[in-house]
């Protein structure tokens, strides 16, 4: 009833006329996550080695969603989502719209199709194993890509063209077209583009999913386009993954393979190299577990692993340890810890995910480390 209120208010707002608009169909949802973080560069050269602390807002959002039956078992769907940067910052956040933003129909027989800015399948299949998610120890550092990509495949693309399956028997199918970037202007030029999928299984205290996604980059800059690409140019990934979570349990894996024909790509920096070899693929996997001491307090432990590309060394480790207190239902205070080992020419970095990450890459063979105390309320 409060959220009713409270979006007919916005909408009162910001539109007389507005004033007379059905608004009974609009939920208003949100997040806030701040947090005072505590990082170490870890950087090999001492001129770049240096401590940080400062206030984060790890990616605290607000959302409005709504839908409408149109009969038949068939509704409209929409939403709105936006980051919201509680801590003052203006970079990467303050957007109206730069999250999940869509409209489409859902049907519970028929399934669900949408156009917007949204999650890839690929994402979709593995993000919800990650228990430090959206904060320093976000294992986007390491997984789906992490530096060693063209393009994250753990991300949300805009130009998205989505169908979502309704669920048979626990198992759920989902695919993705993105249409890339629209920086185009001459004919010559080319977009690049992304398939994305996933097979998603859950039923009891058990879930596995598989997911697959190609990246076409494009020579037209923007989302999946790099000036000065040559020729067709690919890369690839896929993940299985899954979950066991029963009583005070949970227990998740995740694997991961990307490949790519970079090799010979002067706009990506390996124009020395064979073209069309593989440059960044590499295999990388995440464990993680979580153990509820008791009905307000859990343990969480989390540890990732990047293997080589084609060159030696350029792997990463991870280690996170974390703490969660509820306060109430909605509300949670926490303490994490994390370390990101580079090997010795690595060039991973904590996530950016949260804004007190070190900017940038330190050197490589850095050593990043974090201590986050924060609190995480949900409406």
Known sequence: MQKKIIALAIAAAFAAPAAFADTSNVTVYGVANVSYDMTKTGAVAAANSFSSNKVSSNTSRLGFKGTEDLGDGLSAIWQIESLIQIDGQTAGGNTLANRNTFAGLSSKTAGTALLGRHDTPYNISNRKYDLFADGLADNRSIMGGGARAGASFNGRQPNVVAYISPAMSGLTGAIAYVAGAEGQTL?????????????????????????????????????????????????????????????????????????????????????????????????????SGKYNVTASDAVKLAYANAGSGAAINTGATQISLGYDHSLSKRTTVYAAYTKLSNDTVGVYALSANGTGAPVGIAGTGSKPSAISLGMKHTF
């Open 187 to 287: 004919s010559t030029q080319t977009k690049g583009s992304a398939w994305s999928l996933a097979a998603l299984y859950g039923n009891g205290p058990i879930s596995a999913n598989f997911g697959y996604e190609v990246h076409d980059i494009g020579n037209a800059t923007g989302t999946l386009g790099v000036a000065g690409i040559v020729g067709t140019v690919k890369e690839t990934a896929w993940t299985i993954s899954g979950g066991y979570k029963v009583d005070a349990f949970e227990l998740n894996a995740i694997y991961e393979k990307t490949s790519d024909n970079f090799g010979g790509q002067a706009a990506l920096g390996t124009g020395a190299l064979v073209a069309g070899s593989n440059v960044l693929g590499h295999r990388a996997y995440y464990l």
